[in-house]
């Protein structure tokens, strides 16, 4: 049952609207900055593993240095010291992440250590504040400012070293420069660094905040360091500062200078590791933005306009293959972008796929159940549970209209019905009817054939329709052995009223058919028409012209395997027919022949073959061997009244053996 043009386009509408309110729903929680954290935490994951910059060295005041050198803070000779200890190899920069922001025994030793011939940059620290809206402007302003006292910070260029966290204590950007309560502007610590570190000038890309995503290269480590301690003895090899990017700072846990990074989450990054992450993303220009706001709004409309039209179009498996293709994808495009410095968002395009696929399906099971139960319903009694469930797949296959294709029908008539039905109330006799078809249906459905109809007291199926069965007329022959066995079962038990016998005679055609709903729109049966029906019928009454219970014409014969075991019985025109065709006797299963049976149908198809050379005394004597073996046999009998005709009345010339039938 297809829908109707109507309900077709309201339940388009309808998907096109779920889809469309869902993904509008979506831009709108992420315009709000909605599992924001969540978000950055996905986009942790795009980092991988790099290698440093060659010219950023790094030396650590670790622990072993404290336990040699002493507890923290050095005193500002012994800072002084290791200021003259680089200078010796004439690094390109120096960064010192140490504030001396009070005066202190030293601080003239220390200061005129700043005097060298590369620039020193020592840090600023201030309270800086990140706007909660999206949609703030920085720069970001730099409350109590806390610099170096005059006699250091005139000697020394300053920058400053917040690395203010995101809401879930992870590092990911840093200011490129802030701008104080006066006004003016200070840079960051290490972007001054990396100006001094380049032979040229640099743009450094932004956020709207004026912050810089760190393109970290690693956890904690990554860069190698030298303690603090190894530059004071007498053999270090100070050639290894030459030209080089040196940055001093705290590694040792206690001073508690250590931070959370997208990279580092188990293990804490010291903080001097942080701004040499910086260095490395402003000199190497690996820029890392975010994508705009709208990229994310046009991927999560044109997630839901794609899942929309193939719910529509598709099919099931189909439906849910696609989205699973899409995220694929789309996560495959996230990780290639990010190799550009391009972060798309990740969570809601992902969440857009999940959700508005799983509320299409849930609108087009609830919208299709209904029709399926009908079908479900009307269909129950004609098809089996498998071929039922097939066609609730896809319910188009039983649309208005038909279809021509290979099929093979069954058609089956009780024997001598006027009789059996004398003197049974219509009570009883409908007590039997019932009894018999449901047996009859039950074997047609069990074997996954559909019941076309009841007529009377026979009954008509079909195979190949509505789904392509391989090995149809083979069903069908299996399904009219069942039938009589479970009829002589049935015979055998009494189930009849007053000791009553039925007998049945079975025709099966195989051919071409047109199938489909035949009718009206409102009122139609799924059913089977043509040629090849109506000689399905005729083959199924002459049964009682041969004395047989089942007959298969040579085109069923022909796509059945060895398995079955058949008798050629003549060739024959049906009434209303001009073309002959061969018929057989479909006898048994070849596991369950009988010599006998064996023995007859050798000689049958013997003497057949003479009775179409015209060799009649040969035929005949052939026949009577069968008689003796099977004196009931009416196609034997038939076959030597035949021959006994044409031996007082010789066919015409031409005559291919072929016997016109005069009734149904």
Not at 17 to 46: M, N, P, Q, S, Y
Not at 146 to 173: H, M, Y
């Amino acid at each position: 049952m297809d829908f109707e043009p109507i309900k077709k386009k309201k339940i388009a509408l309808q998907i096109f609207a779920i889809a469309i309110v869902l993904a509008v729903f979506l831009v709108f929680l992420f315009h709000i900055g909605v599992l924001e954290t969540w978000e950055w935490r996905l986009e942790d994951k795009l980092f991988v593993d790099r290698a440093p910059h060659e010219d950023i060295q790094i030396i650590a005041i670790d622990d072993a240095s404290l336990q040699e050198i002493g507890r923290w803070p050095w005193d500002r000779e012994k800072i002084a010291e290791l200021v003259n200890q680089i200078s010796k190899g004439s690094p390109k920069v120096l960064g010192i992440d140490i504030n001396f922001p009070e005066s202190a025994p030293g601080d003239e030793v220390f200061s005129a250590s700043l005097e060298q011939d590369f620039p020193i940059i020592l840090p600023e620290e201030a309270i800086i504040e990140i706007p909660a809206a999206k949609n703030a402007a920085g720069p970001l302003v730099a409350r109590d400012v806390l610099s170096p006292v005059n006699i250091i910070a005139d000697k020394a260029e300053l920058g400053i070293t917040n690395t203010p966290p995101d809401r879930d204590g992870i590092v990911r950007k840093i200011p490129e420069k802030v701008i104080d309560l006066d006004g003016n502007y200070i840079k960051s610590f290490a972007s001054k660094i990396a100006d001094y570190a380049s032979a040229e000038k640099i743009d450094t890309l932004t956020d709207n905040l004026g912050r810089v995503t760190v393109n970290y290269i690693g956890g904690a480590g990554a860069y190698p360091n030298i303690a603090s301690r190894d530059v004071f003895k007498e053999d270090f090899n100070y050639g290894v500062f030459k030209d080089k990017i040196v940055l001093v700072g705290a590694t040792a846990p206690d001073l508690h200078d250590a931070w959370l990074t997208p990279t580092a989450k188990s293990e804490p990054m010291p903080g001097i590791e942080i701004h040499a992450n910086l260095v490395q993303t402003i000199l190497d220009q690996k820029f890392i933005n975010t994508a705009p706001g709208w990229v994310t709004f046009v991927t999560i409309l044109g997630f839901a306009l794609i899942l929309a039209i193939s719910s529509l179009f598709l099919k099931t498996r189909w439906n849910i293959i696609l989205p699973i293709i899409l995220a694929v994808a789309y996560v495959f495009l996230i990780i290639i972008l990010f190799e550009f410095g391009i972060i798309l968002n990740i969570l809601f395009p992902l969440l857009a796929l999940l959700i508005i696929f799983t509320a299409l399906a849930i609108f087009r099971y609830v919208a299709e159940e209904g029709e399926k139960q009908a079908i479900k319903k009307a269909f129950e009694f004609y098809l089996s549970p498998h071929v039922i469930d097939e066609i609730m797949k896809d319910p188009g296959k039983l649309s208005l209209g038909g279809i021509k294709k290979e099929m093979t029908v069954l058609f089956s008539d009780i024997r001598g019905f006027t009789t059996l039905s004398e003197g049974l109330s219509p009570e009883e006799l409908t007590d039997l009817m019932n009894k018999y078809l449901t047996e009859m249906t039950n074997i047609v459905l069990a074997n996954d054939g559909v019941l076309d109809k009841y007529i009377g007291d026979a009954l008509m199926a079909f195979w190949g329709a509505p789904l392509s069965q391989p090995r149809h007329a083979e069903r069908a022959c299996k399904t009219a052995l069942r039938m009589i066995e479970k009829l002589d079962e049935l015979n055998s038990s009494n189930v009849w009223p007053e000791g009553r016998k039925i007998a049945i005679g079975i025709g099966i055609n195989t051919g071409e058919m047109v199938v489909g709903n035949m009718g009206a729109e409102k009122r139609f049966d799924y059913t089977v028409l043509g040629d090849a029906v109506n000689l399905g019928s005729r083959v199924e009454s002459i049964n009682k012209q041969y004395g047989t219970k089942i007959i298969i014409t040579e085109f069923t014969k022909a796509e059945i395997s060895d398995e079955f075991v058949t008798r050629y019985l003549d060739k024959v025109t049906v009434k209303g027919k001009s073309e002959p065709v061969k018929i057989f006797e479909l006898v048994s299963y070849r596991r369950e022949l009988e010599l006998q049976q064996k023995e007859v149908i050798e000689l049958y198809e013997d003497a057949f073959e003479f009775y179409q050379k015209k060799k009649w005394e040969k035929a005949i004597e052939m026949l009577i061997k069968i008689s003796k073996l099977m004196p009931d046999d009416l196609a034997t009998k038939n076959l030597i009244e035949r021959c006994e005709y044409y031996k007082k009345n010789p066919p015409p010339k031409g005559w291919d053996g072929t016997w016109v039938m005069k009734t149904k």
